[in-house]
């Protein structure tokens, strides 16, 4: 339910001075792992969004940037199917080493930005996020809900399982698989929203029903909008209490008109102006902590310019949610400036 009047205004208004004391410092995280989904080239997608500028634009919203450099990721040798999982051990260790640095960037007092690979990575961003902050609220906005178990998942990928493995509210429907033997589910259904879903498999369709998971698929957005998707998506997460949001944003989300350069493209997703309107409202609550952008494949793009494309509109989300707004980032002039008293006109 929608707040309104003075309780809606009250909510804004604090939600606002936590704005202003949001962290000012933001980690990068770089993640090059693609080994929770079959297509190769997914690992490049950290070094191709740094080299569409991000450091430079967070810079220039005055945060001090600091770049950790990416992660290393093995891959074990002897890594057999579980089911028909494929590599389910190297995908567990890399998530196990990934959450320890998502905690270490929180615990540090940075707002934390992780950049993929593929979106089997959330499984360790969320969980070392909640290490830091277990109240944590979680929006996920993709095509695809990654809410698979390996036992309704049509192709055992677990980028396609990822937030099976976070849910309280699914653990007896898991089986144990190898290489996750270090994490316990930490998260309840009412604390996750998804946004732009048009792509859900039979069995995660049932799965979100039974478990009630507030969701809006592109047809909700269609006849809702997205400024009355995000009212009600704050709502839900936030009326109850503040508390910290992890972003996880795979690329895929945007319509592939405008994101060619990804592995699993669905038409009719969103447009520019939407996924831009998520983020800055995201932003505004003054709560994101950690944000993921996942599943940009630079080797997919079927020309330089699809690219380029892709891994700008990942920096565009990234900014916006970190602040930039479409009247221009207000830094360098806090006021209007005056001229001295010695200041002559030079023709």
């Known amino acids: 339910m929608a707040l309104r009047g003075p309780l809606s205004r009250l909510l804004r208004s604090t939600l606002s001075s936590s704005q202003q004391n949001r962290s000012q410092s933001v980690a990068i995280l770089g993640a090059p792992f693609s080994k929770g989904q079959k297509r190769r080239g997914v690992e490049h997608g950290p070094k191709a969004i740094r080299d569409a500028g991000l450091v430079e634009r967070l810079s220039s919203l005055d945060y001090a940037v600091h770049d950790f450099g990416d992660l290393t990721f093995k891959h074990l040798e002897k890594d057999e199917h579980f089911m028909h999982v494929p590599f389910p051990r190297t995908v567990g260790h890399a998530n ?66 990822s937030v099976a493995f976070l849910l309280k509210d699914l653990q007896n429907k898991m089986p144990e698989v190898p290489g996750f033997s270090w994490m316990k589910p930490f998260l309840s259904a009412r604390d996750l929203v998804y946004i732009g879903l048009r792509d859900v498999d039979p069995g995660e369709h ?15 957005i269609d006849r809702m909008g997205i400024q009355r998707v995000m009212e009600v998506t704050l709502d839900h997460l936030l009326a109850r209490k503040q508390r910290p949001i992890h972003l996880s944003f795979d690329i895929d989300a945007f319509d592939p008109s405008l994101a060619p350069a990804t592995g699993t493209p669905v038409n009719g997703g969103l447009t520019y102006r939407e996924g831009i309107y998520v983020t800055e409202e995201i932003h505004n609550t003054g709560l994101l902590s950690v944000m993921d952008v996942v599943e940009v494949n630079p080797t997919l793009g079927a020309t330089p310019e699809a690219v380029e494309a892709t891994t700008s509109l990942a920096v565009d989300v990234i900014a916006s949610a970190l602040g930039q707004t479409r009247e221009g980032a207000h830094v360098a002039f806090p006021k209007i400036p005056e001229p001295k008293e010695d200041t002559e006109l030079r023709l």
């Open 206 to 220: 049932i799965i979100l029903k039974t478990l009630g998971i507030q969701y809006f698929s592109m047809r909700d």
């Open 96 to 161: 196990q080493l990934l959450s320890g640095a998502v905690s270490g960037a929180v615990g540090a007092g940075h707002t934390c930005i992780m950049l993929g690979g593929d979106h089997s990575l959330a499984i360790g961003s969320v969980e070392g996020h909640a290490q830091q902050c277990p109240d944590l609220c979680l929006i996920w906005v993709d095509a695809h809900a990654d809410i698979n178990t390996p036992l309704t998942s049509p192709s055992g990928n677990l980028h396609g399982q």
